[in-house]
């Protein structure tokens, strides 16, 4: 089975700093990745996600994550972050060779500081 | 098209006492899924149902049922509900591929 480590459980970063989010996996045989937010009071949104072609994906809002697959990791950045991105961010594998079943990390707090 | 909806959006229950979480989606998914969220845990799995007609217990599944009543819809029963089960619950749905899960708007569940 796979394990999802986030290893901050909370980043406070000033506005228009950068921000790094880690993510690692334990298996790199034959994974999706996924990033989720979820802003207080709601559900998990999908942020980017990881099938297959560039190792280097992106959001519409800014994000950008890579797949790297000797480390195992698949971190989140931001060049500058925005008060509106403070959120719980997870980090999501999907394990193709155990039938596509779905792992995630514990999570991650974003606070963005004024 | 709503997505995944769950209902009710906030429950209060006293120890012991049973209800049912309701989850649909429009999505024509073909697996569904039921979590809980708990402060620092992350989203665990408790049950899920990788077709219709099929169902399958997943990480924290003791003290809970599920129904997968159509392809639409999967339930999600507590007999007797404990203070552990104090949470929030999420409902999400995919087309079975390992591609991304849709999730509902979550449940908060208080059982004193």
């Known amino acids: 089975a796979q394990s999802v480590t986030q290893l901050d459980s909370q980043v406070p970063v000033f506005e228009e700093a950068p921000v790094e989010l880690r993510c690692n996996y334990s298996?790199?045989?034959?994974?999706?990745l996924f990033w989720y937010v979820q802003y207080p009071n709601q559900g998990l949104q999908l942020l980017l996600k990881?099938?297959?072609?560039?190792?280097l994906v992106e959001s519409i809002n800014g994000f950008e994550a890579e797949f790297n697959k000797s480390q195992t990791s698949f971190h989140l950045r931001k060049p500058s972050v925005h008060i509106s991105d403070t959120a719980e961010y997870f980090c999501a594998v999907s394990d193709r060779g155990s039938g596509n079943q779905f792992y995630f990390g514990t999570g991650t707090s974003l606070t963005v500081i004024p | 098209n709503a997505g995944v909806t769950q209902t009710p959006k906030f429950q209060v229950l006293k120890t012991g006492q049973s209800m049912t979480l309701q989850c649909a989606q429009d999505m024509n998914h073909n697996s569904m899924y039921w979590y809980r969220q708990d402060p620092g845990m992350g989203l665990r799995l408790i049950y899920y149902?990788?077709?219709?007609?099929t169902t399958d217990k997943g990480e924290v599944p003791n003290g809970y049922n599920v129904s997968r009543l159509n392809k639409r819809e999967f339930s999600l029963r507590l007999e007797s509900a404990a203070p552990s089960q104090t949470s929030v619950y999420f409902c999400a749905g995919d087309w079975g591929q390992g591609y991304e899960q849709y999730f509902g708007p979550g449940t908060r569940l208080t059982v004193t």
């Open positions: 149902s990788a077709s219709e007609g």
């Open positions: 990881y099938l297959s072609g560039s190792t």
């Open positions: 298996s790199s045989v034959s994974v999706y």
